[in-house]
């Protein structure tokens, strides 16, 4: 350790450069080269480019704890600054701001790296072998490395603007690997979905970094705490913003309706929550911005399962978390992040309980959870929210690896794209792919609270924390005694978001359990379906093990040559044959499920509370989460005693779930759910079309989007090209034609001229001129000065009675005149020249009604 310590010093601790710079070097070298390298160089260099970067990190962790325990329980870095990228002056001080290209880590990205790239390595091998006959082998992974290095710039830059940088390369990784397979309009549209939905919550990011660096002056995390206690702590009206009238301003004469009777402000913290929160809603996948996600599920499945469970969806939470500091100084902003995510689980788990889609169904699921991880951090136990973020990484991309098997071996059988995705087709796979079968059984216990497993755990402390924490203003009293009132949370929102969350455990439940007995339990419908099986024997047993036979032994790699939709390379395949029997994945494809649900399995143990008061990874983030829940979160008394007594409902939830989807779809087989969706088609019909979200969308915003682009267009065509363009030409035309006739060579002409232009502008200068420029200040003075000019002599009617001021011109070129409020006057203005030549001009004045600002800081 110390041999490692002497060549990583803490302050130049370059080995974040090897965690970075592998991923890179491995899209670079896929990208450029991968055509010519073949396949087996391709994917040597995609996992090993991965697999050094999580080795990597798992080193700087281990140096990481070292340093920790060396310097005693505490908040450490490790920095390295790769250059300096710029410098500026900001904040209302004029201060420099210092924007490097500098990374570190600390205990919350130690933890997201070793997930990003430890799960993401999973991912590559998997892919490996499931995208192994895809035409753009060498494109994808040059693609996958680069996801992997935008997520890791993401979590490890030390700033907001190093941040961004990762935070737009997930962007554009999504939008490429989402839209892969380009050439099918719908996935080129969900690409195109998630890449314009993620822009508008970047508008909120970019907006939050303005106000942060224009508040605190800084935008690297030191220099944010800091400086963050005077965006709630500052009464000045200069850290009110005015979101009503816009500005501050004043509404006059027609618009004067508008005009409120106080305005209405907030503070700066609550500005820059809200901004933060937007940012973190489009990346994160929560109402308004969550309609991407689910069809982000149009990519390749580990593309989903990378984007879903290791890397971008989770953006949302860890900015969240990492200015936690920020979040807590606004009761507001911490109440609207708890009720958006309360909000988000259930709708996404409604959506989720009638989907036929097994892809769909888990992309459902991944809004319903990171809806719960909102509720953890809105809550301000930020530690249970990230716990969720780890334990879901581990069984949501096993869940969709799992899915990624069951359809692989689904479209072997049926060569058709949609109905290997349907669990209406599937069924009885358990005994033909034990190995996902058992993994998935694992991964789907543990989404669904299963006791002692991971999701149990995280769960129980999201739910926990919802109901006895408050989140509470940090300078209520100190602002309490200026006579400035802060709004609070009520303490009745916690308990309702309580509620909510069990209700959306048990739906989670349901659900899970639902795609899990329809998919490997019953009967396998898979025979009847799919132009291969017009040519089944009616013994599907004996048919499917001699087709299988006829297959040979049926590696991944015959798979590939029946078509996938989750496979571009599969379509060259010929549709009058049947399709083998359903079998188990290859290896590289099972060995990660199996890795997966064990950490799925016993990942608790990193935080496993209520049993223990042991809780490692509590202890490990407290350091970084301390300072904020100090401050902004307020636990209600004799919580501790609450714990067991509230663990029971949650636990109901995962019975109540599982067994009404035994009840229903393994015991019933699913007859009961055809007789309620029959009872209440209307109600089943709006929940499998999602509540018509999209369709809302389109007709409101989408709609007035291309209203707004049609109108911009016809005003180009009509009134640009049509008028504006056409006019200028003919005036240029016109004036051309003029010219030429003066252009005749005659001297004395030219000469007539020239008299002519001297005389116009002898005329301008001999002519006096009365203009007038005013200044103002708050109370009431108004100071008009007039306009220098050769010989200028003035004579002033100040106070508009129609008489001047004094009977002889002077040399006072200027005038103060006094308002009270809500008063106005015509000032008159009288100029004489050098040539005794004489101009007048009235200048209007008006002092609007003095306004009553509202008190700092309602939010």
Known sequence: MKLLESLFPTNDFSLIAVILGMPLIGAFVNGIWGRRLGKPAVRLM???????????????????????????????????????????????????????????????????????????????????????????????????????????????????????????????????????????????????????????????????????????????????????????????????????????????????????AEPFTISAATAVGLALLLGCAGKSAQIPLYVWLPDAMAGPTPVSALIHAATMVTAGIYLVCRLSFVFVLSPFVMTVVLCVGAATALLAATIALVQTDIKKVLAYSTVSQLGFMFMGVGAGAFTAGFFHVLTHAFFKACLFLGAGSVIHAMHARIHDDDKAQDMRNMGGLKKYMPYTYWTFLVSTLAIAGCPLLSGFFSKDEILFRAFVNHATSPVAAKLAARHISVWQQPEWIGKAVYAVGVLTAAMTAFYMFRCFFMTFHGSFRGWAIGRGSLLSHPDHGDHAAASHAGHGDHDHGDHDEHGDHDDHGHHHEDLTVPGPAPHESPLPMTAPLIILATLAAVAGILNPAPFTHMLPLEHWLEPVFEDAVKVGVKVAENAEHLEYGLMVPGVLAFVVGLGLAWAVYFKAEGKPAKRWAEAAPGLHRAAYNKWYVDEFYEATVLSAVDALAETAAAFDQWFVDGILAKLSSLIVAALGTVLRTLQTGVVHVYAAAMVVGFVVISWFFVAPHAQASTESTPNGDYVVTAAPGMGYTYRWDADG??????????????????????????????????????????????RPQAQNTMELGQN
């Open 801 to 846: 009675n129609g008489e001047p001021d004094k009977p002889d011109f002077s040399e006072q070129s200027s005038v103060k005149v006094h308002l009270d409020p809500g008063k106005d006057v015509k000032v008159r203005l009288e100029v004489t020249n050098a040539f005794g030549r004489q101009a007048t001009v009235e200048i209007p004045l008006s």
């Open 46 to 260: 995609a996992l090993a480019a991965v697999g050094t970067s999580f080795i990597a990190s798992l080193i700087a962790f281990l140096i990481l704890d070292h340093a920790v325990q060396a310097a005693g329980h505490g908040h450490q870095r490790l920095y390295f600054t790769a250059w300096e990228w710029m410098h500026t002056n900001g904040g209302r001080a004029g201060s420099n701001v210092v924007i490097d290209a500098r990374f570190s880590i600390d205990a919350l990205n130690g933890v997201m790296m070793l997930i990003v790239t430890g799960v993401g390595f999973l991912i590559h091998l998997y892919a490996s072998s499931y995208m192994e006959n895809d035409p753009g082998f060498h494109k994808f992974f040059a693609y996958l490395n680069l996801f992997i290095f935008s997520m890791l710039v993401l979590i490890l830059g030390d700033n907001l603007p190093v941040l961004f940088v990762g935070w737009e390369g997930v962007g554009l990784c999504s939008y490429l690997l989402i839209g892969f397979w380009y050439d099918h309009m719908p996935n080129a549209a969900a690409g195109k979905k998630a890449f314009i939905a993620n822009r508008i919550g970047d508008f909120g990011l970019i907006c939050a970094m303005f106000l942060l660096v224009h508040y605190t002056g800084a935008l690297d995390w030191t220099g944010i705490q800091n400086n963050a206690s005077i965006l709630a702590d500052n009464p000045a009206d200069a850290y009110q913003i005015h979101v009503w009238p816009l500005g501050g301003g004043t509404y006059q004469g027609f618009f004067k309706f508008l005009q409120p």
